[in-house]
């Protein structure tokens, strides 16, 4: 009885770590499971909460096919991490008070909480970069966000055959959202208008493809080119040819694809920002400036083996929030912290729901000779895209089974001093995505 008792004591004096987890996106849940699940493996006295915006969870990776009409069940949250032992809370974060390790919430209704912590896990993802092309707020369509798609989906169900869509951007996401559109929507005329070369940053073979598929969902290319205003019914493009007269491009629909910025919360919250806006984070995923805080996802700057930012993306996204919980976990044990370390593989694109485009690359991302395509290559993209909801799962029922490719590879670059201690965003230029 009396040894009972001591041992009582003993838990009630144990202090139990509480580890935050800010964004409940790709990087944010499962990062919020990993930790949760490595804790109880452990037996260490930690408790995990996730704080998100909203109570679902937005697979972004696939707000281009919900922008052309397709359904999507809405995903919960506290579904995915039921038996988990993580606590969620529904709110929008103001203001992480660093020095006070404190988060100030704002809730539906107008209420306020805060929610204090020993360690913070910063995963706010990104938005839409903003844009300079004039006319944009009034007149065009971003489905970088749930809201974004939404708002588009609206208007394209609206869209009565023969009606213009302009899709400005070049990156893998505008060819996405471009396809989509055109493959479900054959009556409507789709376009697309891009800075540079069409397909540029791809092999001769994967641009080859690229044409090959535009051409036969007739859509219209038109490359070096940067959007300068949007009117009501017209699309106002400046050639890159600097002596070349403004043209415009008649548009009932003016879609941007052309990047995403990091949440703005760390810059808000006066916390250590790289000029575009991302957390400085070490190569242990920890923030240098704030000790108690780790971060993960678009809205942390990364630098992977080449010294270069990893690109905003899913792909990286998870595995940093995999990191980011098991820095946390050894360091709250008294262990030192692994180095973060990421092997491109692959760029996966769907063009449409029938055909794909699966670039391989090398392990910094340079594009290789070889692509898979056709059907084939969208069976695959479909699969990546569910594996990242079959991740989160398997992660629950298996702790410690999410593994990604270069995992081993600890990077041997830090932090980029350019950008370290700058508070401001020196320029919101959209940064490299997907
Ligand atoms: C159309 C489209 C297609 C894409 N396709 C691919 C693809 O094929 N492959 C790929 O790798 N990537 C793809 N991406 C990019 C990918 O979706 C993002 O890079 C990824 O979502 C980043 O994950 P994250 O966890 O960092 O942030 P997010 O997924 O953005 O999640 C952040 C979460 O934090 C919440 N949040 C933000 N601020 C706050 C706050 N202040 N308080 C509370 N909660 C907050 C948000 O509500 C959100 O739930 C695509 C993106 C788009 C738009």
Redesign the pocket.
Known sequence: MAARTHEGNRAQAQHVSHCVV???????VLAAIRLAGKARRRRLPIKVTL????PH??E?????EVAAGRQHAPLSIAKSLEGTGVALRV????HVDAAAKRLE?AHAGGEQSQLSYDALLF????VAAPSRVAGSDEHAFN???AEG?ERLRQRLSAARSGERVVVVGGG??AL??ATEIAEARPELSVSLATRGEFGGDLSPRGRAYLQKTFEELRIDVHARVSAREVLADRLVLAPEASSAPLTSLPADIVILATG?RP?A?AEISGLEICPDGRLVVDDTLRSPAHPAIWG????VAVVGEDGSFLR??????MPQ?VHAADAMIATLAGEPAPQFGFSYVVR???LGRRRGLIQVVDRHDRPQDRVFTGGFAAWI?EQ??AYTLLSLRAERALSGVYRWPGQQRASSASAPSVGRGKRGVGGLDAVA??
């Open positions: 800010l964004g409940g996106g790709y990087a944010g704080v998100n915006a909203s969870f937005v972004r990776v696939r707000l281009h709110g929008w974060v103001r919430i995963a706010p993802g990104s489905p970088a966000n798609a893998l996401t996405e959202i995403f949440s919360l993960a996802g678009d809205a905003m993306s899913c792909a990286t996204a929030g996966c694109m769907s993209k990546v895209c995505v997907r």
